[in-house]
């Protein structure tokens, strides 16, 4: 009987030894939060492990995030999931068709209550301008050395120089058909009288003797044939020589004619941005397509994705989250950090202080039986 409670009494002294002893170490982590002394001599073991090593433990905990768990690779890998781009898009879509519903705001408005300096209308307006001056600009540069029938496609050039013969000999039968009117035959009588004024003597003399009206009967058939077919075959030897000219005249007259042409006013005229812009946003449902959403949202989310893909090392290089991480660790006061710890490890902690007690009474019973033996 008295071995039995030997045993017993064994068991239980060393059971609470090592329960307090592993209770004593956890708390030794934390405790205390700062160093010590009686009197000039400062007292071992203080601060605890983790306030002491508070500094290492934030740096080591750095390099763990990012070399293990916030990787560029992992984080890669996430951004390009089509599962991951398609929850993005659902959230994307649902989120602005929310917003053009509910938003009673204009946009001019939000522009507004975003920077005052703002005027949205003319801004559009400006740019829109802008865009079409350098559009236009590159467009004749670089196609400023390059003659009309190399800048204009080939149909096209083709079909004006087939048009040509029948577009010149309609204007040529409307000028012949007025050199034959009565009034053309005037005109040209009074031509004829004035170069015979502006002649000598001997000219005008001869004109006494032959009437104009006689001379303009005989050789006015003759002065239309030839003029007609003069001009017509200047009109094609002109339309020949335009098709090999530089285009550099004609890009500088289209310059002129566009500065001319005022393209602010027409812009407004043709696009009303003005109406638009200050209008509730949630008056545009009437005219503003779903599908386009649908398809400005994959498309963003897509090339999101693969421009995240191809920056993020640099990105995550730039922003140095390990020395984030340190210094957010650091700047913990020691309670937080004990408060942090016990909480993701208090399961954990609770098992290390009761297998303290169970091992101390396993000690205590092999002890127990070997003093009852020797006894």
């Known amino acids: 009987m008295n071995g039995v409670i030997i045993i017993l009494f064994s068991m239980t ?26 009197g ?30 916030l990787t560029a690779d992992g984080l890669e890998h996430k951004f390009t999931n089509p599962a991951f781009q398609q929850e993005v898009s659902n959230w994307a879509k649902d989120s602005i068709h929310k917003w053009l519903q509910t938003e009673e705001r204009s946009i001019a408005t939000l522009v ?29 540069e670089q196609n400023r050395h390059l003659t009309l029938a190399e800048l204009l496609p080939e149909e096209v050039t083709k079909g004006a120089h087939e ?7 309609w204007a040529f039968e409307r000028l012949e058909s007025y050199l034959n009117s009565d009034e053309g035959r005037a005109q040209f009588l009074r031509v004829v009288r004035q170069f ?55 890009m500088t007259g289209i310059m ?11 812009i407004r005229n043709r ?8 209008r509730p946003v949630n008056e545009w449902n009437t005219f503003i397509n779903p599908q386009w959403i649908e398809r ?32 957010q660790v650091n700047a913990f006061s020691v309670e937080r950090l004990e408060a942090i710890v016990l909480d993701i490890s208090r399961r954990e902690f609770r098992m290390i202080k009761y297998l303290g007690g169970v091992l101390g009474a396993v000690i205590g019973l092999v002890q127990g039986i070997v003093l009852v033996m020797l006894i």
């Open 13 to 38: 002294l060393a059971g609470i030894i090592g329960l307090v002893t592993n209770i004593i170490a956890i708390s030794m982590l934390f405790r205390p939060y700062k160093t010590l002394y009686i």
């Open 40 to 69: 000039k001599k400062k007292v071992p073991l203080t601060p605890g492990l983790i306030p002491k090593r508070q500094k290492e433990i934030a740096e080591h905990l750095g390099k763990v995030v990012m070399n293990h768990l």
């Open 112 to 140: 507004q209550e975003y920077d005052s300096s703002i005027e949205l209308e003319e801004w559009v307006y400006t740019k829109l301008e802008t865009i079409v001056h350098e559009r236009v600009n590159d467009w004749l």
């Open 163 to 169: 048009k040509v013969p029948v577009v010149t000999e």
């Open 196 to 250: 015979l004024e502006r002649q000598g003597s001997f000219v005008q003399m001869l004109g006494s003797f032959v009437k104009p009206d006689r001379i303009i009967e005989r050789l006015y058939p003759e002065v239309v044939r030839a003029m007609t077919l003069v001009i017509y075959a200047s009109g094609l030897r002109r339309c020949s020589q335009s098709r090999n000219r530089q285009t550099s005249p004609f």
């Open 256 to 266: 002129k004619m566009l500065k001319a042409f005022r393209i602010r006013l027409r």
């Open 271 to 278: 696009l009303p941005f003005d109406k638009l812009i200050h």
């Open 296 to 327: 400005i949202v994959t498309a963003s989310v897509s090339k999101s994705s693969s421009v995240l893909q191809r920056k993020l090392p640099s990105m995550l290089e730039f922003l140095n989250l390990e020395e984030v991480v340190a210094e």
